[in-house]
Antibody, heavy 121, light 110 residues
Framework: QVQLVQSGAEMKKPGASVKVSCKAS????????IQWVRQAPGQGLEWMGW????????NYEQNFQGRVTMTRDTSISTTYMELSRLRSDDTAVYYC??????????????WGPGTLVTVSS | QSALTQPASVSGSPGQSITISCTGT?????????VSWFQQHPGKAPKLLIY???KRPSGVSNRFSGSKSGNTASLTISGLQAEDEADYSC??????????FGTGTKVTVL
């Protein structure tokens, strides 16, 4: 069965960086895009970008350009989302989600449990 | 891009039907049949309910249905049950490989 396991909660100071991991299992890692979505406390979901684990190609939401980097390590079926120059309003739960672009178009089919990132001085 | 607009809250009694709207623009909802809907219980990850506007993944109850008219997508929950009390969010493809989520709707079962 498809599983996405994310790294644990992080507490960071303003200006620092955070790197969240998302380890996939139960399917061929390189065949499915990974999306990243965040949710600030009490707020809605916010799309951050995606990575193609096969090619490493990425596409980021414009608001995160220059601050976010998504990478992958195919040897351990893991994708990473690094956010730099953290601000207090980056405090959120960060989710990875697997897409499915085969015979159907399912942009967010399976979700990881989320990683809470708290930014505070 | 701006978030899609959803009502903050919708409520209904058990057994009733409710509809949640998701209003976008001609650049997202209106241009593509690629709206997804998610259910999220407190402290949990979102769960996919609808994809490609009206299709249900395996295992999702047929009480959930999706549709679209112009720039507005809708999720209808029929035969409302206590377990349907949760937050619901829509998401649309917005062109150039980007996506936009809705503002979210809290569903209360009276």
């Amino acid at each position: 069965q498809v599983q996405l396991v994310q790294s644990g909660a992080e507490m960071k100071k303003p200006g620092a960086s955070v790197k969240v991991s998302c380890k996939a299992s139960g399917y061929t890692f390189t065949n499915y895009y990974i999306q990243w979505v965040r949710q600030a406390p009490g707020q809605g979901l916010e799309w951050m970008g995606w990575i193609n684990p096969n090619s490493g190609d990425t596409n980021y939401e414009q608001n995160f350009q220059g601050r976010v980097t998504m990478t992958r390590d195919t040897s351990i079926s893991t994708t990473y989302m690094e956010l730099s120059r953290l601000r207090s309003d980056d405090t959120a739960v960060y989710y990875c989600a697997r897409a499915n672009y085969g015979q159907v178009t399912i942009d967010f089919e399976y979700w990881g449990p989320g990683t809470l990132v708290t930014v505070s001085s | 891009q701006s978030a899609l607009t959803q009502p903050a809250s919708v409520s209904g009694s058990p057994g009733q039907s409710i509809t949640i709207s998701c209003t976008g623009t001609s650049s997202d909802v209106g241009s593509y049949n690629l709206v997804s809907w998610f259910q999220q219980h407190p402290g949990k990850a979102p769960k996919l309910l609808i994809y490609e506007g009206s299709k249900r993944p395996s295992g999702v109850s047929n009480r959930f249905s999706g549709s679209k008219s112009g720039n507005t997508a809708s999720l209808t929950i029929s035969g409302l049950q206590a377990e349907d009390e949760a937050d619901y969010s829509c998401c649309s493809y917005a062109g150039r490989s980007t996506y936009v989520f809705g503002t979210g709707t809290k569903v209360t079962v009276l």
